[in-house]
Structures are given as C-alpha cells and as structure tokens.
C-alpha cells in the first residue's frame, strides 16, 4: 500500500503567490489532518477533518484553506503566500477519530516562502 | 489547556548506552500517550503507545509507562544502536468536545555515535 502520499516534496514560492499541497490515502481512514513543522515549535494541527464534506480549523489555521470532497483526498491551499508559511508540511491520517488510533504520516512537503 | 513538554536534544550517546527521554504531559481528561520518530528526510511514524495509566508501551527495544501519579511518559531503551540516530516526539491525543485532537512535544534528536 501507498499509505499517505504528499505532493510536492519541495516547493519555492515568491510572496503572494498561491498553491496547492496535494494529499492522499488508500487506506479508507476517515480522519486527515495537516500539520507544520517548525524548529523549536514540534508539530502544530493546521485543519484537520473527520470525513467528507466535514473540516475543521486547528491550533494554525490562518492563511490556509482546506476541503474534502472525497475520503482520499485533503488538500492544503494557500492563497497567498508568506514568509512566515516557510515550514515543511505534513499530511496525517487515522482510521477513525472515535478511537485512540495511531497517526500515518506521508513524507512532508518542504516549502520555502521568499 | 493540554500539553506535551519533553527534553530539549540534541542528545549524543555512544553506542550501547543507555537512553532517557524525558517526556511529561498536562491534560484535563484521560489522554493516550505515544512515542513518535522521525527519521532524517521521512514522515513521523508511530514508535509505541499506551492508552491508561500503568500501561507500559514497548516496542524496537524502546518501552516507556504510562504514569498517571506524575503525569510522565518516560522514553527508554537499554543499548542504543547507530539507526536509532532520529527525533522522537511525545505526544498525546485527549477527547476534547467529541473529537480527538493530537498534541506533539517539540521533539528531541538523538545522536548515536559509533
């Protein structure tokens, strides 16, 4: 199985300009999330959603967008970029948020705001 | 509100000697507790976990308690190796208005040399 897929893994934007950080899974799990990792700072919950058509906003949402329109797929856009969304960006998901179930991480998606 | 804090890295150990991690938590309900590493260039994966109190997680070696009268999550392996080189995260999820929500401790790199 591919488990959790993260597309791009490196990615350099000028301020201002929007993108779009692709995840998916192949493991039916109803729960995705997005993470930032930042130096100092662990792991911070960006949005995360418990299924589809269902979002909602963690500890970092601002400057982010998220939707899910299939239980696969949970995308992370930025709409216009800045410096301080320089981070590398992790994708997550779970089987179900009933639970105490471990979270499957995909690769990360480094991205450089100048 | 809920919180991991866990020892500042990096962490340098010849191989063979013993490792401490230190990893101690705040919540207001019953959380489960993991150990999360993350090799260099790849996705957080899940280490060990215990899910109450005087449960002990083991896996790879490593093993840490679950203990409720100090609120810690010790991590600790008897004979470190060369691969165990990454960074380990604390972390504990807590039902909180009928999701759970994940909270990472900021990391700590371990360096094993050879």
């Known amino acids: 199985n591919a488990g959790v897929t993260q597309t791009p893994k490196f990615q350099v934007l000028k301020t201002g300009q929007s993108m779009t950080l692709q995840c998916a899974q192949d493991m039916n799990h109803e729960y995705m999330s997005w993470y930032r990792q930042d130096p100092g700072m662990g792991l911070r919950l960006i949005h995360y959603?418990?299924?589809?058509?269902?979002?909602d906003q963690g500890e970092v949402p601002n400057g982010y967008n998220v939707s899910r329109s299939t239980t696969e797929d949970f995308p992370l856009r930025l709409l216009s970029a800045a410096p301080s969304q320089t981070s590398v960006y992790f994708c997550a998901s779970s089987y179900s948020q009933r639970n105490t179930g471990e979270l499957f991480f995909g690769e990360g998606s480094r991205l450089t705001v100048l | 509100g809920n919180s991991v804090t866990q020892m500042e890295g990096p962490v340098t150990l010849s191989e063979e000697a013993f490792l401490t991690i230190n990893c101690t938590y705040t919540a207001t309900g019953y959380p489960s507790l993991f150990w999360y590493v993350q090799y260099p260039g790849e996705g957080l994966q899940l280490l060990l976990k215990?899910?109450?109190?005087?449960d002990k997680g083991s896996n790879k070696g490593f093993e840490a308690t679950y203990r409720k009268e100090t609120t810690s999550f010790h991590l600790e392996k008897g004979s470190v190796q060369v691969s165990d080189s990454a960074v380990y995260f604390c972390a504990l999820s807590d039902k909180a208005s009928g999701t759970y929500k994940y909270i990472f401790g900021t990391g700590t790199r371990l360096k094993v040399l050879a």
């Open positions: 959603s418990v299924g589809a058509g269902i979002t």
């Open positions: 215990a899910t109450k109190a005087d």
